[in-house]
């Protein structure tokens, strides 16, 4: 097993997996990349006039903070896995919901479909 650059000698899923985990996991990292697509289109659609730019940007960075600080693989701060759970639903389905309002509800549907067949292979392949 390989152990993870930190040095904390945890081993590295990415690395260590075979290629149904690799593929789950770059996929993971495509649905964070479309989450924070997602929301700030959401929020550039749903914020009126001059500032929707604003909105867009300030939404990409707290979504980046609030993943980065409780759903990452090196989060800062542990919440338990119902926790985590509980977020990520709050997060994708916030998001494909508010794709859903602002009239990007195929969007919104394909985001939270592929997030979800990603959480159950993740779950299958990380036994």
Known sequence: MSADPAGSGAPDPFLDGGPALRTALVVRFLLELALLAGAATAAWRLVPGEVSWLAASATIIAF???WGLFLSPKAKIGIPP????CLEIVLFGGVGAALWV???GGAGAVLVVIWILDLVALAVLQR
């Open 82 to 85: 119902a926790g985590r759970m």
């Open 102 to 104: 602002t009239g990007l």
């Open 64 to 66: 980046a903070v609030v």
